[in-house]
């Protein structure tokens, strides 16, 4: 008897990104991998945003365009509707890697609480620009994160039973918080040893990136304390300064 296999609700935030949303979905639409519900929340666009994607109404599990209060808001509006066996977040301007991805994802092993992998990052012109400047871990733990973000949100499938609602105290590194709250409880993670996903660069955290490194210094300073967020900054500067 086949197993089944697992529900996966992939989530896109937009806000006015006429120019993006549809590359976005048919990355999600496009997978050989059938059982996905995609979910679409966005914030209210003016630019045509919700005309692209009324296209693809009838493929849909849910869309709303509706005001609200910031990114992780609507976040939270995806998952309050998911009901998958997995989420992931795949927001507008990025992109499953490839059409067989989910595929090669699930079939890496079974039932892990969360499915890791790589990210490229390209640019407007969807051009490469290589991985992100920080690498996966080979393993990852939620002690991973000490020095920062380095697996993006976007490239990491996580069990809905431990995805909890984002803080919206935070506004801009608030993803490093969730990641961080369910490493700690996740028991089996898997790393893909593969890209996942594909990053449109220039998102609102490097628009804004001092309010989103003060953040996410003190989102690192609740998980691992003072004087070692201090250290660990210390050696996240000087390699920032040796690689200039």
């Known amino acids: 008897m ?7 609700s992939v989530i896109t935030i937009v806000y006015n990104d006429a120019k993006h949303i549809e590359r976005t979905m048919l990355s999600v639409l496009n997978q050989t991998y059938k059982p996905i519900q995609y979910i679409i929340i966005d914030g209210a ?4 945003t919700v005309d692209v994607i009324k296209k693809y109404q009838d493929n849909l599990f849910y869309f709303n365009s509706e005001p609200d209060k910031g ?4 976040m939270n509006k995806g998952l309050a509707v998911a009901t998958g066996d997995y989420v992931l977040f795949m927001n507008s301007g990025d992109e499953i ?20 992998g790589e990210t490229l990052r390209i640019n407007e012109k969807l051009e490469s620009l290589g991985p992100r400047k920080h690498l996966i871990p080979e393993q990852f733990s939620w002690k991973s994160f000490k ?3 380095n697996v993006g949100h976007q490239a990491i499938y996580v069990k809905r039973a431990l995805a909890q609602p984002y803080d919206l105290q935070y506004r801009l590194s608030g993803d490093i918080d969730w990641i961080l709250k369910i490493a700690k409880k996740a028991k089996h993670i898997v790393n893909t040893q593969m890209y996942v996903a594909k990053f ?10 001092r309010e989103s490194l003060k953040e996410r210094y003190l989102i690192l300073q609740k ?5 070692p967020n201090i250290f660990n ?6 390699k920032s300064i040796l690689k200039k």
């Open 2 to 8: 086949q197993k089944e296999k697992p529900l996966l």
């Open 45 to 48: 666009s003016t630019d045509g």
């Open 71 to 74: 990114i992780y808001d609507a």
């Open 97 to 116: 890697y490839a059409l067989d991805t989910v595929e090669k994802v699930f079939a890496c092993a079974d039932g892990a609480d969360i499915y890791y």
């Open 147 to 149: 020095y920062g973000m």
């Open 200 to 209: 449109l660069e220039g998102g609102a955290s490097k628009q804004r990136h």
């Open 223 to 227: 998980y691992y304390g003072f004087w």
């Open 233 to 238: 900054h210390f050696i996240i500067t000087m």
